[in-house]
């Protein structure tokens, strides 16, 4: 069973930035691929970026591209995801993910989901 938090989000004005942070308990963390997504009121989750275990690869939804950024420690068992230039359009809950099999932009592909942090990005 692998337990994550996340924490970091808030209220923030546009063009500002913000570091979301998720903490895993998994033993094995660095073989996880591991993903954030987000959920706004009425919409459906969806994709935000996503690492493999080793940290060598990420992919990113293009509404993001440029402005966010996901790595992980491995040896704190850490997943980040640095937000620049945030847009109204950002506000959402952001959660994150472990994948113990494949990974990538689908929610199916994941395992293990936080309870999420609620990012508020004001115009």
């Known amino acids: 069973q692998v337990q994550l938090v996340e924490s970091g989000g808030g209220l923030v004005q546009a063009g500002g930035s913000l570091r979301l942070s998720c903490a895993s308990s998994g033993r094995t963390f660095s073989t996880y691929g591991m993903g954030w997504f987000r959920q706004a009121p009425g919409q459906e989750r969806e994709f935000v970026a996503c690492?493999?275990?080793?940290?060598?690869?990420?992919r990113y939804a293009d509404s993001v591209k440029g402005r966010f950024t996901i790595s992980r420690d491995n040896a704190k068992n850490m997943v980040y995801l640095q937000m620049n230039s945030l847009k109204p359009e950002d506000t959402a809950v952001y959660y994150c993910a472990a994948a113990m099999a494949n990974w990538g932009t689908s929610p199916r592909s994941y395992d293990y989901w936080g309870q999420g942090t609620q990012v508020t990005v004001s115009s």
């Open positions: 690492i493999t275990g080793s940290g060598g690869s990420t």
